[in-house]
């Protein structure tokens, strides 16, 4: 008894999975017109034409009826259309198969009987983590030929419960393939108010009573084909097509969607308690985090979830959710922390265009949250996960307009265009010597959605890939290059102002390559690969719809060549500048460095197609700008002297004995009584070799500085600049400084082994000229050449400050040092 109940309840299931699988056929519903079609086409183009597109729907009965005809014209059309595939969501809809048949020379083969048809749950989505449980129908028709016509009707009968009764569809008049008929027909009864709206000109609705209904409905003979041309914006419809729906307004689609969005509000969510030492807006940042990276993007979406999102609770309990169960739950959490917030529904890639659309809860495609803390609105994306920056910095995509879940919402909102996302990368090449190697030193600097996108990419891939990547992409330009150190990223403000920090070193042994065919000349060259990828915009001709440029942003690139000796290079500005872009190039060359700079900022998203053949030519003319080279020959670059350095410093060095015999001889101050006239020893020992070495560091910084060569002069006078008498002048200030310095570290020297009591104050005042006199020529510098990387508080000024710090008072208050320094003039010259 047990082995036949475990027989007939085997049946069944196979009965039951047999009758999903193979669909009856049924007769055409009654309302249903029959439309007609010809193959008159004189156009044999392609592997097949579409002969019938045939779309009737009935809102009372909920049932949608298609019609196809497609004929084959060649081998390429049997393989492309010997399947066909029919979508439905079997949780609220079922599948009518009418008709599969085959018009082979004017007859009808019926081919329902022979063909394999099988039912199979293919998510298209899953790569995105969504999963709408769909079932795709697959019939796949035996024997097709060339010159076959495969016709084929069916209906889905069922909506969406979540809809309450409204209807909203789309159709499209033209296509991107070849249609001989389109025909649409739409029935509607008196409890539902249908709408509609065109596009592109498309021709309105006939509208007539009917016995099922009000009717709207077009038939177009040969439907315009549509090619796109590359590189549309993606939001972007090129076709002629009406949209309908029985929404008469935005705030019906509000009043439908708030009670998708409802759950327990007395209920308090069982959630981590957030640190109380965190300010409101911290503990906002918090949140918001938590959710973007803690929640994880997953989706199931079949029947009613797919516009109702999940309990908050129960979202944060399974970890993972879409976009309607993130925002849900941040409202939530917002809520609970006094923070007054909703759920806003848009459509991430329509934009603007979204605020042309009737009134339809199919418009929306995904979902975020609007809040509101000190009478200022908030925009949050919870999908976006590795985002950064406060309330103030976090990056919101241009979305453009969205609906309010909110009670007494009425229309869209406009949402604020997103802050410009900025690069900078700033390039340093430490060249050894000519013809010798260098060493690339960059730092890359990301704000906005570039840091989010950089972090989420060092964050999704292991260090030792990103190096390779990198060191293959930087080999375009120095085939010999080689990584120095790892690649080091600083993400220390994510919380704050949204940098990320990407620091690189490399060494490039091969810097200097020979020109062609010229053993003499040797050149190196500098080139933003970035920027250069960046605006790798395709060509475009005859051009018909608009033109994608990007999301704007701002791009800066600075490479400083330090070169090892100077360099008479020609200092340029270039500018190209439109209502699209707008591209800086600047080169700059002072003594022994270039800077060669490129700012790029991209002012619009896309571009109507008049302007593009004059965006493409000015696109153009930037990469002329791109090329940076160096060419060196021997004897165009061998050192002059300059007798004009020569003359200043003979002046300074006379002027500075004179004055300085007169401190040598009459600034005496008054020893401390009783004092033992020790010998220099103990730890005024270390201070003092550093002292007796500074005129030799000072003579190789001098002739190092190329102070005595006729390049420099002549570099200062080609620095074509509003400040180039101003840098004249500091330049000048410099030679006359270091030699008086010169004069006066000798002078101190001398004082120091004859133990002169004047050592303390000229070694204070040693250490304070060593100190302050650089900091002030470098800041000096700094603006007149416009370099923003002077530093205050540099390696070296720090050590030369606590130097100071340390033996200042020394030799001022240790009794080592009183009863040391106690000579005057008369007594240390005997």
């Known amino acids: 008894m047990k082995k036949i109940k475990l027989i007939i309840l085997t049946l069944l299931i196979t009965l039951t999975a047999h009758s999903n699988n193979d669909p009856r056929m049924f007769k055409n519903p009654s309302w249903v017109k029959k439309t007609t079609f010809s193959d008159n086409s004189d156009k044999e183009v392609g592997g097949f034409r579409y002969l019938l597109c045939d779309s009737q729907d009935n809102i009372a009965e909920e049932t949608y009826y298609r019609h196809y005809a497609i004929k084959i014209l060649n081998t390429e059309g049997i393989q492309e259309m010997s399947d066909i595939t029919i979508v439905h969501d079997p949780s609220y809809e079922r599948l009518k198969l009418h008709s599969v048949v085959i018009i082979r020379e004017g007859e009808e083969i019926n081919k329902i009987t022979d063909s394999k048809i099988q039912t199979l749950q293919r998510e298209t989505d899953s790569e995105r983590s969504l ?63 249908l709408i509609f709206k065109t596009y592109l000109n498309c021709p309105k609705p006939n509208i007539k009573k009917t016995i099922y209904g009000t009717e709207y409905s077009f038939t177009k003979i040969k439907a315009e084909q549509i090619t796109y041309d590359n590189n549309v914006p993606y939001w972007f419809e090129g076709q002629k097509k009406v949209l309908f729906t029985t929404f008469s307004n935005w705030e019906e689609v509000v009043k439908w969607a708030i009670p998708l969005f409802e759950y ?75 923070i007054e917030a909703y759920p806003l529904l848009l459509h991430s890639d329509n934009k603007h265009i979204t605020a042309n659309k009737p009134p ?72 050894d010597s000519i013809g010798g190697k260098s060493r690339l030193e960059i730092v890359s600097k990301y704000t906005g959605s570039k840091a989010d996108y950089m972090r989420s990419y060092f964050d999704n891939y292991a260090l030792a890939d990103i190096e390779k990547e990198y060191l293959d992409y930087y080999s375009n330009l120095y085939s010999t290059i080689e990584k120095l150190q790892k690649i080091e990223f600083i993400d220390t403000t994510r919380t704050s102002v949204n940098e990320f920090i990407v620091k690189e070193k490399y060494n490039i042994p091969d810097f200097w390559l020979t020109v062609d065919n010229d053993s003499l000349n040797i050149y190196c060259e500098t080139y933003p690969l970035v920027l250069e990828s960046l605006i790798d915009y395709p060509k475009s001709s005859k051009r018909t719809m608009p033109y994608y440029i990007s999301s704007p942003y701002i791009y800066s690139q600075t490479s400083t060549l330090f070169l090892p000796e100077i360099w008479n290079a020609e200092n340029s500005y270039t500018e190209i500048k439109n209502n699209i872009f707008t591209y800086k190039n600047t080169v700059k060359s002072l003594f022994k460095t270039i800077e060669v700079k490129h700012e790029y900022e991209v002012l619009q998203e896309y571009i109507e197609k008049e302007e593009v053949n004059n965006f493409l030519k000015k696109n153009s003319e930037i990469n002329t700008n791109f090329n940076y080279q160096l060419t060196y020959n021997p004897h165009e670059n061998e050192f002059k002297i300059s007798w004009l350095t ?153 050590i030369k400050l606590i130097s100071m710090l340390i033996w200042i008072p020394y030799f001022f208050l240790s009794e080592n040092s009183q009863n040391t320094f106690t000579k005057i003039y008369k007594t240390a010259n005997g």
């Open 131 to 193: 999963y709408d449980g769909s079932l795709s129908t697959i019939i796949n028709l035996h024997d097709v030929r060339v010159d076959d016509i495969i016709e084929y009707s069916y209906s889905i009968v069922g909506n969406n419960p979540v809809n309450k009764g409204h209807y909203s569809n789309t159709f499209y008049i033209d296509y991107t393939f070849p249609v001989e008929k389109v025909n649409y027909r739409v029935i509607t009864d008196k409890k539902r108010k």
């Open 264 to 338: 327990d509000k007395n209920k308090k969510l069982d959630f981590p308690s957030i640190p109380e030492n965190k300010t409101i807006e911290e503990k906002i940042v918090y949140l918001v985090q938590f959710i973007q990276d803690e929640i994880r993007y997953l989706g199931f979406e079949g029947g009613i979830n797919g516009f109702k999102p999940h309990s908050p609770q129960k979202v944060y309990n399974q970890r993972y959710g879409d976009c309607k169960d993130k925002s849900l739950l941040l409202v939530a959490l917002l809520r609970q922390i006094d």
């Open 360 to 431: 339809s809860n199919i418009v929306f495609n995904h979902c975020v949250v609007n809040f509101k803390l000190n009478d200022k609105d908030y925009f949050i994306d919870p999908t976006i996960s590795n985002q950064g920056g406060d309330l103030n910095n976090i990056s919101f995509p241009d979305y453009c307009y969205g609906l309010l879940v909110k009670k007494g919402e009425k229309d869209l909102i406009k949402i604020p265009s997103p802050l410009k996302p900025t690069v900078d990368i700033q390039e340093k090449i430490y060249i």
């Open 646 to 798: 020569i003359l200043l410093s003979l002046i300074s060095i006379v002027f500075s004995v004179i004055f300085l015999l007169k401190i040598h001889k009459k600034f005496n101050p008054k020893p401390i009584e009783n004092a033992s006239n020790s010998k220099i020893g103990g730890w005024m020992i270390l201070p003092i070799i550093g002292i007796s070495i500074t005129p030799i560091i000072l003579i190789i910084d001098f002739i190092e500085q190329g102070f005595f060569n006729a390049n420099t002069w002549n570099s200062l006078l080609e620095f074509k600049s509003k400040n180039t008498f101003s840098l004249i002048t500091l330049v000048a200030s410099e030679i006359i400084y270091n030699c008086c310095f010169f004069c006066f570290s000798i002078l101190v020297i001398i004082h120091l082994y004859t133990k002169r009591s004047s050592v303390p104050v000229l070694i204070c005042l040693l250490y304070t000229l060593s100190l302050l006199v650089p900091i002030l020529d470098s800041y000096l510098a700094s603006i007149l050449i416009d370099d923003q990387t002077f530093e205050l508080f540099s390696k070296e000024t720090i």
